[in-house]
């Protein structure tokens, strides 16, 4: 049991990827807190992860300062301590040329991308650092180190880049307090919105033949990779970006 005795908080859980987490992280014993804005939604994810009597479903708007604050105070008086926080929540825009984006689907995405990962951590740091302990685990993407022609990601690509260089800066300033923090960029995920594109057999084809691997990726590949690093054996890790991406980020294809 790698999480025994941990409390942790998954914000976007009711995500493919977000279940697939809190899923390893309750079979390795910690009690998750998951985090979402529907609760329908985040109960029926906590069913699908199973270990009922280990988690509990709370909503919050991880953009809004008052509700995340409020949302760690009841964590904290219900558990004491939060040894965990994984910023899961996040959105993706249409794949449009910049100059067509609305303003508000801009600020959209800097708010749930940025915003969403700045308010979380900023509250449970607060906590962590009276103990002198915590693990955080941002997740990102590798449309942060590269950008794909035809596919036109410009402000999600540039928000995630921003999760990158904050898990970073958070790192090397909390390590001293013996808080890490990590960042997870996931490839070509069978998750969300491209799920329908990968149920054409010659689609899904073109993209497992530009991967290294030759595979999409499923939602347990980073749900693994996020329980390694949240686990001790990961406890010389911090300020880390890990792609798992099936090789793509080192191919020039």
């Known amino acids: 049991m790698r999480l025994e005795n941990k409390v942790a908080i998954v914000t976007g859980a009711s995500s493919d990827i977000g279940i697939s987490i809190v899923k390893r992280f309750l079979e390795e014993g910690a009690m998750v807190v998951l985090i979402g804005r529907n609760l329908k939604t985040l109960e029926k994810a906590r069913k699908d992860a199973g270990h009922e009597d280990k988690s509990v479903s709370i909503t919050c708007d991880v953009t809004d300062e008052a509700q995340v604050a409020q949302t760690v105070s009841q964590v904290i008086d219900e558990y004491g301590k939060i040894d965990i926080l994984v910023n899961g929540a996040g959105a993706l825009n249409d794949p449009i040329h910049f100059h067509e984006m609305s303003e508000s689907e801009i600020d959209k995405m800097i708010n749930v991308n940025i915003q969403g990962v700045f308010k979380p951590t900023k509250a449970v740091l607060s906590k962590m650092s009276q103990v002198k302990s915590g693990v955080i685990i941002n997740i990102g993407s590798i449309s942060s180190e590269r950008a794909v022609p035809r596919v036109h990601l410009a402000v999600y690509s540039a928000t995630k880049a921003a999760v990158s260089m904050f898990t970073k800066a958070i790192a090397v300033e909390y390590a001293r307090q013996n808080i890490r923090c990590n960042c997870i960029n996931p490839g070509i995920i069978n998750s969300g919105m491209i799920k329908p594109y990968l149920d054409d057999p010659d689609a899904r084809k073109v993209l497992e033949d530009r991967l290294p691997l030759n595979r999409i990726g499923e939602p347990a590949d980073v749900a693994n990779a996020v329980l390694f690093m949240a686990s001790d054996e990961a406890n010389w890790i911090t300020g ?14």
């Open 240 to 253: 880390t970006v890990l792609d798992v991406d099936g090789g793509k980020s080192a191919s020039e294809a």
